[in-house]
């Protein structure tokens, strides 16, 4: 028998705890099973008030860095909560596989687009199986319509190789302003840009 998971996702609010406190109660009124924050969540000195607000509505988490937090941050975030942080990492969650990179070419955590690619191979090898595969990525992938909504922030050739190769059902994503709600398909793949208004996805 299938199960549905329904989630949140957002991410580039940049520590705005006004934010972070309706997109708390929006994972409450909308029952979800988990919450992903796919970057820029924090700068480095604001890091107090944006997780909390999540579990404290007892909410399962899931966190990358992107360019204006360190994967460090990260890291400590996670640890402090107990939440989840999806860099080089992946979860199952019914039958949901999840797999994902933090970072960009720019900012606090850099990678280059081959280190992109082969953090997201790594950690997509432990959920390939799995019925449902979600990629989460701070970045936004090369060749796409939010792409050309910068004319300073390019997508990430990283992130458009590993859809091709990997074909996951949805990629989340962001770091793109403009392009904030934005939902497009890659292949066979749906990609959303979520920002800081966040999306709900069942799937």
């Known amino acids: 028998m299938e199960q549905k998971v329904k989630i949140l996702a957002a991410g580039d609010f940049h520590s705005d705890k006004n934010i972070s406190q309706k997109l708390a109660l929006l994972a409450e009124k909308e029952d979800v099973d988990l919450v992903i924050l796919n970057g820029d969540i924090v700068e480095e000195d604001k890091t107090e008030g944006i997780i909390g607000p999540f579990v404290a509505k007892n909410k399962k988490v899931i966190i990358i860095p992107g360019n204006h937090e360190s994967v460090a941050t990260a890291d400590f975030l996670a640890e402090l909560y107990k939440i989840t942080n999806l860099h080089s990492y992946y979860i199952k969650f019914k039958d949901v596989g999840f797999f994902g990179c933090g970072g960009a070419d720019i900012g606090l955590t850099q990678f280059t687009e081959d280190e992109i690619y082969e953090t997201l191979k790594r950690s997509f090898e432990k959920i390939k199986d799995m019925p449902k595969k979600v990629m989460v990525t701070h970045v ?48 066979k793949t749906k990609v959303f840009n979520v920002g800081k208004k966040g999306r709900i996805l069942t799937l």
Request: net charge negative; proline share 4%; glycine share 12%.
């Open 140 to 187: 936004h992938p090369a060749g796409t319509h939010m792409e050309k909504l910068s004319h300073f922030i390019k997508g990430s050739l990283g992130v458009r190789r590993a859809i091709e190769a990997f074909n996951p059902d949805i990629l989340i994503c962001g770091h793109v302003h403009e392009a904030e709600g934005i939902e497009e398909i890659v292949g």
